[in-house]
């Protein structure tokens, strides 16, 4: 196989990647642009076995988005609304018990819960919904709000983001999903999440939640109007912030839905496209313990290829999955844990239930 990877001309690559060497910009151009992806599956297959043998990763967990109303409006998202649209939704903190203690006979360990940034719920709001998530199920953890989120909750609260997190926690908050990062470059931002938080201030957010001991996800919505170099910036700034403070447990690359948004005019992405996001990335963001494909973007036949790509972990049961659905995923909303543990097993992995900070729950 190293002779095949040596005439893909990919040689020196593979030497680096045997060596552990950090691997350039340049390098990541090198493989976004070689067409053979079977060689790139197999430089990345390397990364992945060295960090996490032969296990792929499942969870049982609930996705609970609590309200869509949103300030940002994204050109590339479907599912924030403005105040007032007719497909606007907000729950109260009842109700997000309700779904939560609506699954209360399955076996779920983590609830996933995003929304929009809402021009008006009262930060007492996110306080009481993490503490009544935790009356209804104590054990569960809660992995709620993405950066961007967080920034907009300590404008809401006139305090620092520090402090934000710090009351959070205190409520309930055990870690945060890797959602808003986007691409973080400024003209990505300009062009489809003007009034989006930055990419700095994503990171800040980040770096922030590391140091107060919270655990984070990244991801990239690829797929759109970004080049290559911006794909690879975005690599970089992850790992540098990585270096700093070893708080990401999972990349996850998420593949752009068009439907129902102000850029419908794109393509969806193509299966080669999201098999390489993920085979680059487990090479590029090598400080990054796992790269997760979420089935729910690219369905769960070709998440279940791409544990041969560089990926190690599945996601989850998710159930109720929107913010895809409402551009246009023809995906389920839920997978069964048999059905993912049948993909894993397939795939020739071992498929191994884990609890969000990856603690091994159960193998099978
Ligand atoms: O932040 C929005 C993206 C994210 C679209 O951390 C879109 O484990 C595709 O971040 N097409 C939310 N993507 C989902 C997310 C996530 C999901 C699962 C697990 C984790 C984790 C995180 O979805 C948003 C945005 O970046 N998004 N619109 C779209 N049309």
Same mark, same amino acid.
């Given at each position: 196989?190293?002779?095949?990877?040596?005439?893909?001309?990919?040689?020196?690559?593979?030497?680096?990647?045997?060596?552990?060497?950090?691997?350039?910009?340049?390098?990541?151009?090198?493989?976004?642009?070689?067409?053979?992806?079977?060689?790139?599956?197999?430089?990345?297959?390397?990364?992945?076995?060295?960090?996490?043998?032969?296990?792929?990763?499942?969870?049982?967990?609930?996705?609970?988005?609590?309200?869509?109303?949103?300030?940002?409006?994204?050109?590339?998202?479907?599912?924030?609304?403005?105040?007032?649209?007719?497909?606007?939704?907000?729950?109260?903190?009842?109700?997000?018990?309700?779904?939560?203690?609506?699954?209360?006979?399955?076996?779920?360990?983590?609830?996933?819960?995003?929304?929009?940034?809402?021009?008006?719920?009262?930060?007492?709001?996110?306080?009481?919904?993490?503490?009544?998530?935790?009356?209804?199920?104590?054990?569960? $953890? #809660?992995? !709620?709000?993405?950066?961007?989120?967080?920034?907009? %909750? +300590? @404008?809401? &609260?006139?305090?620092?983001?520090?402090?934000?997190?710090?009351?959070?926690?205190?409520?309930?908050?055990?870690?945060?999903?890797?959602?808003?990062?986007?691409?973080?470059?400024?003209?990505?931002?300009?062009?489809?999440?003007?009034?989006?938080?930055?990419?700095?201030?994503?990171?800040?957010?980040?770096?922030?939640?590391?140091?107060?001991?919270?655990?984070?996800?990244?991801?990239?919505?690829?797929?759109?109007?970004?080049?290559?170099?911006?794909?690879?910036?975005?690599?970089?700034?992850?790992?540098?912030?990585?270096?700093?403070?070893?708080?990401?447990?999972?990349?996850?690359?998420?593949?752009?839905?068009?439907?129902?948004?102000?850029?419908?005019?794109?393509?969806?992405?193509?299966?080669?496209?999201?098999?390489?996001?993920?085979?680059?990335?487990?090479?590029?963001?090598?400080?990054?313990? $796992? #790269?997760? !494909?979420?089935?729910?973007?690219?369905?769960?036949? %070709? +998440? @279940?290829? &791409?544990?041969?790509?560089?990926?190690?972990?599945?996601?989850?049961?998710?159930?109720?999955?929107?913010?895809?659905?409402?551009?246009?995923?023809?995906?389920?909303?839920?997978?069964?844990?048999?059905?993912?543990?049948?993909?894993?097993?397939?795939?020739?992995?071992?498929?191994?239930?884990?609890?969000?900070?990856?603690?091994?729950?159960?193998?099978?």
């Amino acid at each position: 196989m190293d002779a095949y990877i040596e005439q893909a001309g990919l040689g020196q690559i593979l030497a680096k990647v045997r060596n552990g060497e950090r691997l350039t910009l340049a390098d990541g151009q090198t493989l976004y642009r070689h067409p053979n992806i079977l060689a790139l599956g197999y430089l990345a297959n390397i990364v992945r076995e060295r960090l996490n043998d032969n296990l792929a990763f499942f969870i049982y967990n609930q996705h609970v988005n609590y309200s869509n109303i949103c300030t940002n409006l994204c050109k590339f998202c479907a599912f924030g609304k403005e105040k007032g649209h007719t497909l606007s939704y907000e729950m109260t903190v009842a109700e997000v018990q309700d779904k939560v203690r609506q699954r209360l006979d399955e076996p779920i360990t983590e609830v996933h819960i995003v929304g929009g940034l809402h021009p008006d719920l009262p930060f007492s709001y996110y306080i009481d919904m993490l503490r009544g998530v935790k009356e209804v199920r104590p054990d569960v $953890h #809660i992995q !709620a709000f993405t950066c961007v989120e967080i920034h907009h %909750l +300590a @404008q809401m &609260a006139r305090l620092s983001v520090e402090e934000t997190l710090r009351q959070l926690v205190d409520a309930g908050l055990d870690s945060m999903p890797g959602g808003g990062a986007e691409v973080f470059s400024p003209r990505i931002r300009q062009a489809t999440c003007e009034r989006k938080l930055s990419g700095e201030g994503w990171l800040e957010v980040a770096k922030t939640a590391h140091r107060l001991g919270l655990k984070t996800n990244a991801t990239m919505l690829y797929g759109h109007i970004e080049t290559v170099d911006e794909r690879l910036e975005h690599f970089d700034a992850l790992r540098r912030a990585q270096d700093e403070t070893g708080g990401f447990l999972a990349f996850i690359p998420l593949a752009f839905h068009p439907k129902n948004t102000n850029m419908a005019e794109h393509a969806s992405t193509t299966g080669i496209d999201d098999l390489k996001n993920i085979a680059v990335s487990r090479l590029m963001l090598d400080n990054f313990p $796992h #790269i997760k !494909a979420y089935w729910v973007m690219t369905g769960p036949k %070709l +998440a @279940q290829v &791409a544990l041969a790509f560089g990926a190690d972990d599945m996601d989850g049961t998710v159930k109720e999955e929107v913010i895809t659905h409402m551009a246009g995923a023809e995906t389920e909303q839920a997978l069964g844990h048999k059905t993912l543990i049948r993909l894993i097993k397939e795939a020739g992995r071992q498929p191994v239930q884990r609890d969000t900070l990856y603690n091994v729950l159960a193998t099978y």
